[in-house]
Nanobody, 116 residues
Framework: QVQLVESGGGLVQSGGSLRLSCAASGSIFGFAAMGWYRQAPGKQRELVATITRGGSSNYADSVKGRFTISRDNAKNSVYLQMDSLKPEDTAVYYC??????????WGQGTQVTVSS
């Protein structure tokens, strides 16, 4: 079994920064990609950013230039540096790990609230 634990969420003013962390533990023998998704109240869960084990990253258009995803393969961890935060970034942020296609895991989520 694999567990993903997120940390780093909180309340910040518009224009501020937060850094999210996600660490995976359990029966892990590597991963193909890790990423962050978010879900705002009344909306569907959406992709924020993903990064492969090799370091290739992908971002949602809404966060490009403001968010930076990184990973530490040895620690099975992924991070999300969020700068220039906006109220519309308010959501529960979920960590995701893709072990192989069709096998992926989710964290429990961490709340990010950006006040105007």
């Amino acid at each position: 079994q694999v567990q993903l634990v997120e940390s780093g969420g909180g309340l910040v003013q518009s224009g501020g920064s937060l850094r999210l962390s996600c660490a995976a533990s359990g029966s892990i023998f590597g991963f193909a990609a890790m990423g962050w998704y978010r879900q705002a109240p009344g909306k569907q869960r959406e992709l924020v950013a993903t990064i492969t084990r090799g370091g290739s990253s992908n971002y949602a258009d809404s966060v490009k230039g403001r968010f930076t995803i990184s990973r530490d393969n040895a620690k099975n961890s992924v991070y999300l540096q969020m700068d220039s935060l906006k109220p519309e970034d308010t959501a529960v942020y979920y960590c995701n790990m893709v072990v192989v296609v069709g096998m992926n895991y989710w964290g429990q989520g961490t709340q990010v609230t950006v006040s105007s």
